[in-house]
């Protein structure tokens, strides 16, 4: 699914017409998804710089999003359709949230971002327990 979505992008790029943006919908299967809602630039550039910095997001298939007023960054290479994003957000103010390869929020956070925590919850999820069996 990711490959073909990366081509299905690629093709119409090739072509010439404008590429339509993803949803995480269509990252569903493929990525686990951690967004995070800032409210200042300046605190969402501090935790994008943090969220890249860290080892153990590709070997769980996440992709980050960090969505300031301004914009939306990512670790992804692909244009992201902003409202389905911004519609996660359920605090006011700060928040995180995990969803699963099933499209499924499995976490929030409000108080502040722990990535260890989010990690820990994904080792729990039954599809990562499967995942980390057929590495070994």
């Known amino acids: ?13 090739g072509a010439g017409t404008p ?4 949803t995480l919908d269509d990252l569903r299967w493929d990525y686990r998804a951690i967004v995070v809602f800032t409210p200042t630039d ?3 550039q501090e935790i994008r ?3 890249a910095a860290e080892a153990g997001m590709r070997i769980r298939d996440v992709a980050w999003f960090v969505v300031t007023p301004e914009r939306t ?13 911004l519609d996660l957000h359920e605090a006011m103010g700060f928040e995180a949230v995990l969803i699963g390869k099933d499209g499924l929020v499995k976490a929030r ?9 989010l990690f820990e919850r994904i080792d729990q999820m039954p599809m990562r327990r499967n995942e980390m069996r057929e590495r070994q």
């Open 1 to 13: 699914m990711r490959n073909a979505l990366f081509l299905a992008l690629f093709a119409v790029l």
């Open 19 to 22: 590429a339509a943006a993803a």
């Open 42 to 44: 300046s605190r969402g």
């Open 49 to 51: 710089d943090n969220l």
């Open 73 to 85: 960054h990512s670790n992804l290479d692909i244009r992201m359709e902003r409202q389905p994003v």
């Open 109 to 117: 956070q409000t108080e502040s971002l722990d990535v260890s925590a």
